[in-house]
């Protein structure tokens, strides 16, 4: 079974994400999407149009990495989320029991030794 496919995104904490991304998009000509939520990195290889990574700076009071302390959280693509989840739980990896469903993919939540929160994301199936 193949674990991790891809890093779907990057998320850290910042004191003013307005500010930084003007920083990023003025210095290194990274643009923030449309709807303002992060930049959606496609990939070159990915022939059914579906593979990005997400990267996101979020306000440092977010409690979105809770209950890391982190200020910093990967998100993984993963093939198949509940067979990985099962192996990771017979690994004795901590796994937060939250899920989150939606139309763009299936979520979970793991630790790693240090405390790190790590998300894992099994994107839809493609069309």
Same mark, same amino acid.
């Given at each position: 079974m193949r674990r991790v496919t891809g890093i779907g995104g990057i998320f850290f904490k910042a004191k003013d994400p307005g500010a930084l991304y003007a920083w990023?998009? @003025?210095h290194l000509g990274i643009c923030r999407d449309a709807d303002g939520s992060g930049v959606?990195? @496609?990939w070159q290889d990915d022939h059914n149009g579906s #593979?990005?990574?997400?990267?996101s700076?979020? &306000?440092s009071e977010s409690k979105a990495f809770d209950p890391s302390p982190s200020p910093f959280m990967i998100n993984f693509r993963v093939d198949n989320l509940t067979a990985l989840l099962a192996v990771l739980q017979a690994e004795g990896v901590e796994i937060d029991p939250k899920r989150d469903e939606a139309d763009?993919? &299936?979520f979970a939540w793991i630790f790693d030794p240090e #405390?790190? &929160?790590i998300e894992l994301w099994e994107p839809p199936a493609a069309p």
């Open positions: 990023y998009e @003025r959606s990195f @496609r #593979g990005m990574t997400i990267w700076i979020f &306000k763009y993919g &299936k #405390g790190n &929160k």
